[in-house]
């Protein structure tokens, strides 16, 4: 669907105010969504779970139900569901005593954040055989760049086989490279058949994927890559990939690069072949060893251009002050965005609601602060600074995330830990520990040690860790923070590819009778542990980024 911009007065003074005007009703609110989490949760579990867990349960359950409501509209972003959802969540912040953690008085509580969404527009591909010109149709070419537009005219094509071997600068500049699809595969001296290697195969051939090879040609220096479909794929199967809409952050720089694809039965009908036969031709000198890239007596126009839409989209950020705040601080995240309306009718529901991805996580990020706000007589408040960070467009690619370490409100060599809640609701009470990230970051050691003290079970698999770049944590890994995910949901990893095999990403992600929050309410009460354990300048724990300043 169409982005709509977000609306007028989100961020800053206007919704501030909002926030405060609204603050006598927050009782109200906070004992109707109690009193929904009631009629909600399933009483027979309830018996067998310890009564500490149960107000912290239908805690949960309340403000996931109001987040993954239709009236949040599935929390897109720039949309008005995400103006009520962060209305939501920072009026809750308020009022337990957060305060901004943008560091930024310009823009108080909501750091902005500008997506672009691109999806291609124009695709031009012609070719001039001595005076003929000669324009391929949609059902046989397809040209796409990575800017607004790129354009090459009488560009000469060098044939490169199948990419083993990338040509000198000087043979590439201005040219086309001309790639066959099928890749050559290394199977030993020993390997028969049309796609083995003999004996002088290269290194370079092993392992080379069909994108690492046009992006190899472009760094050469090629002003374009042309792909000639002669394998597995073809035309439509690559249109159906490449011509999604796209997103970035509008502070990305845009490339230029020109890519594109051409089917065989076509480019052997340039060649000026029947049935294959002059393409046949190349593909055995391209196999044949010794191969060396060379001119083809072709010359191409390619022409692309991409349609973008700008959104304007926020992510929150509080802070509980620590004592020694040049102790450095500890960061606590969950992503508060979805995919809006993501069905078509005749489905009954349209909406993606997203109440386990993420409402629940939000939901336990917003608990973590109310008990490190106000935690129990005769516990010391913390040392560091506690950052709590409700990102935007996860979904579209961590931009919120990155955003955020792009542009930090406090240094990010800073940052002793960070711990990200997604998609928390998934496992019972006892459910053992998973961590993504376990072996990634110098928080191992620390993490254990309040393992042990909770008496919890954290597992020791890095299975978890095939989840490392689907997650915001990823995008702070990348800035060298060190970001986990410790979380029941990852303690057993088949509930989880359950979750993803049924409701994950689709309508009926929603708040049913029933639903799971025993771990939740665990991994919320472990998360305010380590965030203690890391804020406490004297612990020092293996692995901080501070120890031994």
């Known amino acids: 669907m169409a982005m709509r911009p977000c609306r007028p007065g989100l961020g800053r003074s206007g919704l501030v105010r909002q926030i405060l005007v609204t603050q006598r009703w927050g009782w109200v609110r906070l004992w109707a969504g109690l009193a929904l989490a009631l009629v909600l949760a399933p009483a027979e579990g309830w018996g067998k779970v310890a009564p500490r867990y149960r107000a912290l349960e239908a805690s949960l359950l309340a403000q996931m139900s109001q987040l993954a409501s239709d009236d949040f509209g599935g929390r897109e972003p720039g949309t008005e569901g995400e103006s009520k959802t962060l209305r939501y969540i920072a009026k809750q912040w308020f009022d337990m005593g957060l305060v901004s953690g943008t560091n930024d008085p310009g823009h108080a509580w909501f750091a902005p954040v500008t997506v672009v969404a691109r999806e291609p527009a124009v695709s031009t591909l012609q070719f001039r055989l001595r005076k003929r010109l000669i324009t391929l149709g949609g059902e046989d070419a397809l040209v796409l760049t990575s800017g607004r537009r790129s354009l090459i005219e009488g560009a000469p094509l060098v044939f490169v086989g199948r990419g083993a071997v990338i040509p000198p600068r000087t043979e590439l500049a201005g040219r086309v490279a ?4 099928r890749p050559r595969i290394a199977r030993g001296p020993d390997a028969k058949g049309p796609d083995a290697l003999g004996p002088d195969a290269l290194a370079a051939d092993v392992g080379i994927q069909d994108g690492g090879r046009q992006n190899a040609l472009l760094a ?3 002003s374009a890559v042309l792909t000639v479909l002669d394998g597995s794929r073809n035309l439509a199967s690559v249109a159906a990939r490449r011509q999604r809409r796209g997103y970035a952050l509008a502070s990305e720089a845009l490339g230029g690069d020109l890519e594109g694809f051409v089917t065989a039965s076509t ?8 049935g294959g036969n002059r393409l046949a031709a190349l593909e055995a000198e391209a196999d044949a060893p010794g191969f060396a890239p060379h001119g083809l007596d072709l010359f191409a126009n390619l022409e692309a251009t991409t349609r973008e839409t700008v959104i304007h989209t926020f992510n929150l950020i509080g802070k509980l ?4 705040p040049e102790a450095g601080a500890v960061l606590v995240m969950a992503h508060w965005d979805h995919f809006g309306t993501c069905a078509q009718p005749p489905a009954e529901h349209l909406i993606c609601n997203g109440a386990i991805d993420n409402a629940s996580g939000v939901a336990g990020l917003t608990e973590i602060a109310r008990s490190l706000a106000h935690p ?3 516990v010391p408040p913390l040392d560091r600074d506690v950052y709590f960070v409700a990102t935007t ?5 961590l931009l919120g995330a990155e955003s955020f370490a792009e542009n930090p409100p406090i240094a990010l060599n800073k940052v002793v830990a960070a711990f990200n809640l997604d998609s928390i609701a998934i496992a019972p009470v006892g459910t053992p520990l998973g961590m993504v990230g376990i072996g990634m970051t110098p928080l191992d050691a620390g993490i254990a040690e309040v393992a042990r003290e909770q008496h919890r079970v954290l597992v020791s698999s890095t299975a978890p860790n095939a989840y490392i770049q689907r997650q915001d944590g990823w995008a702070l890994m990348r800035h060298d923070v060190p970001a986990v995910v410790v979380s029941s949901a990852y303690g057993e990893i088949s509930r989880l590819e359950h979750f993803f095999d049924t409701d994950y990403h689709r309508p009926s992600d929603v708040v049913k009778p029933g639903i799971e929050l025993g771990g939740a309410a665990e991994d919320v009460l472990f998360t305010v542990a380590l965030v203690r354990h890391f804020a406490d300048a004297k612990k020092l724990a293996a692995g901080s980024r501070m120890a031994g300043k």
């Open 178 to 181: 001309v790639l066959l699809d």
């Open 220 to 222: 050469g220096g090629a």
């Open 267 to 274: 480019f052997d009908r340039l060649l000026g072949g029947t």
């Open 321 to 324: 002050p620590g004592r020694h």
């Open 376 to 378: 129990p007589m005769g």
């Open 393 to 397: 467009a996860e979904e579209l690619g």
